[in-house]
C-alpha cells in the first residue's frame, strides 16, 4: 500500500482557503486517492475521493497533478467547525477485500 | 436513516476481564471495519470481515477476537483487557461491492476505559 505523508498540523482562520497536501510517491496505477475528516470524540467522515486532475463536491476540492505523486484537500473559506483532522488515504481498487490505512493526519485548528 | 452504531458509547471494564463491544448496521454493507483509535493517533485497523470472509491484520493481538453472525452485526471482543488496550474503537462499513475504493462509514465509536 501506499505511503502517505501529510503535515502534522496546520491552522487558519475564519474565511480563509486552507490547502492540505499530501504526498504518496509510490502510488501505483490502479490507486485512488481519498480524503476523510474527523472531530473529536466521533468516527471519521469521508470528504471526497479523486483519481487524477480536480474533483469537487459542496465540501471540498481535491487537485491531484499528472504525476499523482501528491494531492491537495482545498477548503474554501474554513469556519470553526472545519477545525478537525483530516486523513489522506491512498488505496488500490477492489471490493472491500483489502482494507485502508490510515496515516498520521493533519490537525487543523481555525481560530475566529 | 441508515447508519451505523455502536453500543455502548463508553465502557469501563477491570483489567483482565473481557469485554464485548458491539456494532450494527443498516446500510446492508457487505463489509464491517474495526479500529482502534488511541489519544491523538490515527485509526488502526484491527481487522475486518467481507460477508462471512474474516481478515485479521498481522499486528493484531490474539486478545482482540471478532464475530460476525449476520450482515447487521459485529462484535469485538478483548479477551483480557489491559491497561494499553485502553483506546477508542471504531466500526465502519463499506458495500463491498465496487471496483473503486469503496467510502467507509465509521460509527460514532465506543470508548474503552480498563481499570
Known amino acids: 500500500l501506499a505511503k502517505t505523508t501529510q503535515p502534522i498540523s496546520m491552522d487558519s482562520y475564519e474565511g480563509q482557503e486552507v490547502n492540505i497536501t499530501c504526498s504518496h510517491n509510490?502510488?501505483?496505477?490502479?490507486?485512488?486517492i481519498t480524503w476523510y475528516q474527523q472531530f473529536p470524540s466521533q468516527g471519521p467522515r469521508f470528504i471526497i475521493q479523486?483519481?487524477?486532475t480536480k474533483v469537487t463536491n459542496e465540501v471540498a476540492s481535491l487537485f491531484i497533478p499528472a504525476d499523482r505523486k501528491s494531492s491537495t484537500l482545498s477548503l474554501p473559506r474554513v469556519s470553526l467547525s472545519d477545525t478537525a483532522v483530516y486523513y489522506c488515504?491512498?488505496?488500490?481498487?477492489?471490493?472491500?477485500?483489502?482494507?485502508?490505512?490510515f496515516g498520521s493526519g493533519t490537525r487543523l485548528q481555525v481560530q475566529p | 436513516d441508515a447508519m451505523v452504531i455502536q453500543n455502548p458509547r463508553y465502557q469501563v471494564t477491570q483489567f483482565g476481564k473481557p469485554v464485548t463491544l458491539s456494532c450494527s448496521q443498516t446500510?446492508?454493507?457487505?463489509?464491517m471495519y474495526w479500529y482502534q483509535q488511541k489519544s491523538s493517533q490515527a485509526p488502526k485497523l484491527l481487522f475486518h470481515?467481507?460477508?462471512?470472509?474474516?481478515?485479521n491484520e498481522a499486528d493484531t493481538p490474539d486478545n482482540f477476537q471478532s464475530r460476525r453472525p449476520n450482515t447487521s452485526f459485529c462484535f469485538l471482543d478483548i479477551r483480557s483487557p489491559g491497561l494499553g488496550d485502553a483506546a477508542m474503537y471504531l466500526c465502519?462499513?463499506?458495500?463491498?461491492?465496487?471496483?473503486?475504493?469503496?467510502?467507509?462509514?465509521f460509527g460514532p465509536g465506543t470508548r474503552l476505559l480498563v481499570l
Open positions: 465502519a462499513t463499506s458495500r463491498g461491492v465496487g471496483d473503486y475504493q469503496e467510502t467507509q462509514y
Open positions: 509510490n502510488i501505483a496505477t490502479n490507486d485512488y
Open positions: 479523486g483519481y487524477k
Open positions: 488515504l491512498v488505496g488500490p481498487q477492489g471490493t472491500g477485500r483489502r482494507a485502508l490505512t
Open positions: 446500510l446492508n454493507h457487505n463489509v
Open positions: 470481515y467481507y460477508d462471512k470472509d474474516f481478515n
